[in-house]
């Protein structure tokens, strides 16, 4: 699947130190709640945005005011992608801590703006993340890792660019719109030469 190239770039990006930004439908798969409980237990003051909405809006409000990090929570609700990208380029990590994701396009558009990603490792996430390469997998559900993660991250902004520079070169190889026309291409000779 090809992404908009042209539109997601890191033209621009000024990453703010301490934060991250998640973006998906907020739901148990997107894995929000995760997100906010791992942030509760960072050793680093962390600010979260959060762009999207979803059935468990009210319940994730609410566990972020049982946290006591109401106040280090921005909810956007549903952007458009041109809305989202300042916001892609201006976060020091996305978080994108869902179970069994398809293709995890929100880890393909954040690097292609060079922001840094820690995912789950999970469905088609490990296909756009290498651990150690272009970002940071932790388990589905390990709270304790992503905080430790998001930790490492802000601690080590250097590291976390070279990381999101590689991701940008990996994703441009694969999801490009001529690298998908290159795949589709090669598919259908497949397919019509048997």
């Known amino acids: ?67 006591g990090i109401t106040e280090r929570v921005r909810w956007h609700g549903q952007l458009s992608q041109r809305d989202v990208v300042p916001l892609y380029r201006a976060a020091a990590a996305v978080l994108v801590p869902s179970r069994d994701e398809g293709l995890g396009l929100v880890a393909v558009e954040a690097l ?26 932790v388990a589905p559900g390990d709270r304790r890792a992503l905080a430790d993660a998001v930790d490492r991250v802000l601690a080590d902004p250097t590291e976390a660019a070279l990381r999101a520079r590689s991701g940008r070169a990996r994703v441009l190889e694969r999801f490009s719109p001529t690298a998908a026309a290159r795949s589709y291409r090669a598919l259908y000779r497949r397919v019509t030469s048997a």
């Open 112 to 137: 292609l703006c060079e922001a840094p990603v820690i995912a789950y490792r999970s469905g088609g996430l490990p296909d756009v993340i290498r651990e150690g390469e272009t970002g940071w997998l």
């Open 1 to 67: 699947m090809p992404v908009e190239v042209a539109l997601f770039t890191p033209t621009g990006a000024v990453r703010e130190r301490n934060r991250v930004l998640f973006v998906g439908r907020l739901n148990t798969q997107k894995g929000l709640g995760d997100v906010l409980e791992a942030l509760a237990t960072c050793r680093q003051p962390v600010e979260l945005d959060v762009i999207g909405d979803g059935p468990d809006r009210r319940v994730l409000s609410e566990r972020a005011a049982a946290l």
